[in-house]
Nanobody, 122 residues
C-alpha cells in the first residue's frame, strides 16, 4: 500500500519562499500522477499542481502559475512543490495525493497524506 508523507510547511512572510516535500512510501508500480492540493479553513480542498508519474509533464492552477513549481526526484520517490512570491491567500494546509494525470478534481485523487500547514503573514 502506498503512503504519502508531506513536510516542509511553516510560517513565512509575504513574498517569501517555501519548499514542500511529498515522500511516496511503499511500492507504486503504476502510472499515477502526484498532485498537490490545499485547503484553507472553511473552504474546499482545491487543486494546486500536479506532475506525471515520470516527471515529464506538469500542470498548475491559474492562481499559482509562475510562482509555484512542481518537480520530482525518482530516485528518492519524492515530489516537491517550490513556492515563491507567497501571498497571504496561499495560507492553507497542503496535501499531496495520487490520481489520474490531467485531473483537477479532488475526487479523482487518493492516498492522501496528513498535510502540512503553510502560513503566509502580510
Amino acid at each position: 500500500q502506498v503512503q504519502l508523507v508531506e513536510s516542509g510547511g511553516g510560517l513565512v512572510q509575504a513574498g517569501g519562499s517555501l519548499r514542500l516535500s511529498c515522500a511516496v512510501r511503499g511500492r507504486a508500480f503504476d502510472s499515477l500522477a502526484t498532485a498537490w492540493f490545499r485547503q484553507a479553513p472553511g473552504k474546499e480542498r482545491e487543486f494546486v499542481a500536479a506532475i506525471s508519474w515520470n516527471g515529464g509533464s506538469t500542470y498548475y492552477a491559474d492562481s499559482v502559475k509562475g510562482r509555484f513549481t512542481v518537480s520530482s526526484d525518482y530516485a528518492k520517490n519524492t515530489v516537491y512543490l517550490q513556492m515563491n512570491s507567497l501571498k497571504p491567500e496561499d495560507t492553507a494546509v497542503y496535501y499531496c495525493g495520487r490520481g489520474s494525470y490531467g485531473q483537477k478534481d479532488k475526487t479523482n485523487f487518493g492516498s492522501w497524506g496528513q498535510g502540512t500547514q503553510v502560513t503566509v503573514s502580510s
